[in-house]
């Protein structure tokens, strides 16, 4: 267990709806990073926010935003979604403790039908 | 642009013997290096990490070399277990916290 918690596990939506990811991070963990993985697809990098202000952006559609609250945990939307969008979305998270080294929750299976 | 290649997808090795997993990177920048391990429906694990200041870095039955010359690094696993078999990926990162950039991983399967 990393101590990394994201829900849902699992998520079946329809083309053109909107999801929200949620994500807690490892205690006293300051930085959340999004990843998503697609089919045959490495892991690309989303965003990182550390402690609550956007830190880095990576390859991240308009229509995904995230954010990171007070408490630390964070939230990643995807609107319009469109079939291309079904794949793992994965949180993971970071802090002084940790260094370079990054701890992933299991993911959010995301499929667009 | 890919920055980080693994550029085996898949690997098959007998109990007992040595894997050895590869990766590449481009960007000269890069100076710490990890290795995950990810199993089906689960997320990935840090296995492993290197710093740039050393070439060989060893866990157990886990050991990564560096060759920053030639910007490689390698994970070998001796002896391989049935439990290794997993998607294995090599990521990379800039001094200063940039985020890791992941290779497309390398399926390993250790064969009984």
């Known amino acids: 267990d990393s101590g990394v918690t994201q829900t849902p596990k699992h998520l079946i939506t329809a083309t053109g709806q909107r999801v929200t990811l949620r994500c807690s991070p490892r205690?006293?963990?300051?930085?959340v990073y999004w990843y998503q993985q697609s089919l045959d697809q490495g892991l690309q990098f989303l965003i990182q926010y550390y402690n609550g202000e956007e830190r880095a952006k990576g390859n991240i559609l308009e229509r995904f935003s995230a954010q990171q609250f007070p408490d630390l945990h964070s939230e990643l939307n995807l609107s319009s979604l469109e079939l291309g969008d079904s794949a793992l979305y994965f949180c993971a998270s970071s802090g002084p403790s940790s260094g370079n080294t990054i701890y992933f929750g299991e993911g959010s299976w995301l499929t667009v039908v | 642009d890919q920055q980080v290649k693994q550029n085996s997808p898949s690997l098959s090795v007998q109990e007992g013997r040595i894997s050895i997993l590869n990766c590449d990177y481009t960007n000269s920048m890069f100076d710490y290096f990890l290795w995950y391990k990810k199993y089906p429906a689960e997320g990935p694990t840090f296995l492993i990490s290197?710093?740039?200041?050393?070439d060989k870095n060893e866990d157990g039955r886990f050991t990564v070399f560096l060759n920053k010359s030639a910007k490689h690094l390698s994970l070998h696993i001796v002896p391989s277990q049935p439990g290794d078999s997993a998607v294995y990926f090599c990521?990379?990162?800039?001094?200063?916290?940039?985020?890791?950039?992941f290779g497309k991983g390398t399926r390993l399967s250790v064969i009984a």
């Open positions: 205690s006293g963990d300051l930085s």
């Open positions: 290197i710093s740039s200041i050393k």
């Open positions: 990521a990379a990162s800039a001094t200063g916290n940039t985020p890791l950039v």
